[in-house]
């Protein structure tokens, strides 16, 4: 029997925390990560070899390894010695396959085959671009890791340079799909850089699987503060060009009284479900009230068993449904 | 059915390329591997960091490898840019396993996990040691790269330090196989540097598997000019301080008319077998018409995948009878 395909998009930690979930179940997942962080370590060696952004990468070919935890250990150690630099092993790993093969993608492909890892992962694009975003004001600020800093509305993100293709790689993913899951990640900086390479919009547009967005649990600082669920979609509907979602998983339990302190005081609020306007969109609403896991310190995430639940029944239910109607 | 247990002991290249003919086999590879290696850029990276020699791992752990090319080509990767070091990238590996770790044998298992290399990858002692050889003229050369290069008759090779303990992962593999093969390879440089770490001459004087070993089929410049294959089989029992080899693979075809003029120049001729004093220290000579590979340039090794079948033979051979025995 064929495998369900199911691909995911995005970037930061959401993705790999949604892979790692999926992992379980009897799915080709692949990944198509944003590879246009310059913050921290991924930021150093970017100063130093002129690549993609590893880190994202490195952490979803880690939720996809049967070794998990042991590959991890490997990736983030750094030598102490100065001679041999302060750089996580996996960025030079990465950095090595990308020297040797010249193509991101490729390099990705085959580290991946070194080390046994599940599923495909696959960078948005092969160069190196910064992320820019355009804000209500006009300004323009350049850099994945200063958006959110400014803390302003914003309109538009666009990349650096910008004729920046998208991956053929990433393209044929979105093709062959059975399911496309956006999300869970932060809005302009891990879920729509991936939109943005050219070619990806039009894939996407024409892509006969079915494409889900998740959303965010809670608004996020400097990036989507005062956005409900429709604010959310909305946006990444303007940078497609067209409404493109089929389903929307957020979740609809108050959990106002159960988060922290720390939510409060950065004008962090749960995202709101504003189902009409998301039926506008064309979006249906999947929502479980096993969605939000809250840790005793108030910390709040998806619980990634369940969203791996509900996205493989999607899937289910959809590839039954088209296998009928044929 | 349980498989057969095979260890392989010894180095160099040897090592590997029986290692990638036996892999082919439904048998269970260990392979105990010497880490006195001082010379090339193992021996820079154990000027930086005080670690058992990563060099001849690394092959033998790519020799296991499903993805041998790649994993290769990763391992032997060395950055341009001097920030990075001039270091192989498969040695950094190893030194952070061993950082992380702090014990080498479990860094060699950890990264051949993740690696997903196939069988059992044994340094033979945990500390970095040199080794050390005492010449005919009562002259010690320190140092396993100088040794062959005073181009004299070696009387006894041992380890600096002294009390070097063989790791128990090692002393395990012994125990538990059904054959030990020792070679092919070097005999003072590759071979009997495993021998020496202390508990591995009890360990394999009593383990109840056949030991065989693979004769060179060239003698070998600084080591072994001159010697027969009783001769490299005198200085291994000479070293064990008893006979334990019950078969010696080697060859007794005729091929001076065949190999290049660079073992003329070098003094390096055919290994001859001795049978009558292979006898007497209760050895039992295997050979094949095919043992030998001979390419266009007179260049001479061994043909693996026939010395793979010859080793596969003996140990179905010797489980028999040992089946049969019970």
């Known amino acids: 029997m064929k495998k369900i395909r199911i691909t995911l998009v995005g970037g930061g930690t959401g993705l790999s925390v949604l892979a790692r979930g999926l992992r ?13 962080d310059d913050g921290g370590s991924t930021g150093i060696i970017r100063d130093q070899i002129d690549m993609p952004a590893p880190g994202d990468i490195r952490n979803v070919m880690t939720a996809l390894s049967d070794v ?47 080390l046994n890892v599940k599923g495909t992962v696959i960078p948005s694009t092969n160069i190196s671009p910064k992320l820019a975003a355009r804000m209500e004001d006009n300004s323009i600020i350049v850099g994945e890791s200063y958006i959110p800093e400014v803390k302003q509305k914003i309109e538009e993100v666009y990349l650096i340079p910008n004729d920046t293709v998208a991956t053929p790689e990433a393209i044929e993913a979105i093709e062959k799909s059975d399911v496309i899951v956006f999300g869970p990640g932060s809005l302009y900086t891990s879920i729509i850089p991936n939109l943005i390479p050219e ?52 979740n609809e339990e108050d959990i106002k009284g159960r988060i922290s302190d720390y939510y409060n005081r950065n004008d962090m609020t749960a995202v709101e479900s504003d189902r009409d306007r998301l039926g506008e969109m064309g979006a249906t609403v999947i929502t479980d009230h096993r969605l939000v896991e809250i840790d005793g310190e108030g910390a709040v ?22 296998q009928y109607k044929k």
Do not use: C, W
């Open 24 to 36: 379980k179940y009897p799915v080709d997942i692949s990944a198509i990560v944003s590879v246009a």
């Open 68 to 114: 998990e935890t042991k590959l991890e250990n490997l990736f983030a150690y750094r030598f102490k010695k100065e001679a041999l630099g302060g750089h996580a092993l996996g960025n030079l790993m990465l950095a090595a396959m990308y020297d040797m093969t010249g193509d991101f993608a490729v390099a990705v492909k085959e580290l991946s085959k070194i």
């Open 199 to 250: 070619g990806m919009k039009e894939a996407i547009g024409k892509a006969p699987g079915i494409k889900v967005y998740v959303s965010n649990i809670m608004t996020q600082i400097g990036e989507t503060v005062g956005y409900s669920a429709a604010d959310h979609l909305d946006a990444i509907n303007t940078h497609m060009g067209q409404n493109v979602i089929d389903f929307i998983i957020l």
């Open 301 to 322: 995430r998806h619980d990634n068993k369940v969203l791996a639940e509900i996205i493989y029944d999607i899937a289910l239910k959809e590839i039954s449904t088209l």
